[in-house]
């Protein structure tokens, strides 16, 4: 089963610990977003229906405008 450059990229930044077939099954089950700079994805206190897994750059954690983490790939 063949992985795409960015599937691979994920598969050893979770070092690898799934088989590929369940692997392939995850990443079928979702989609690739890019987000722009300084876009907001998730509000406090808003009911999500995702899982998000950074695979490049980094995003701020932050409580009522202030930051308390950053999250970077691999995350």
Known sequence: MN???DE????TMIGGRMDILNF?????AGTWCTYEKN???ITENE??????YI????GDVKIKDSQIAT?????
């Open 39 to 41: 876009k907001k994805i």
């Open 47 to 52: 009911n999500i229906q995702k899982l998000f």
């Open 55 to 58: 695979v490049d750059g980094e």
């Open 3 to 5: 992985l795409s450059h």
């Open 8 to 11: 691979r990229q994920v598969h």
């Open 24 to 28: 392939k099954k995850f990443m079928n």
């Open 71 to 75: 999250i970077s790939k691999g995350n």
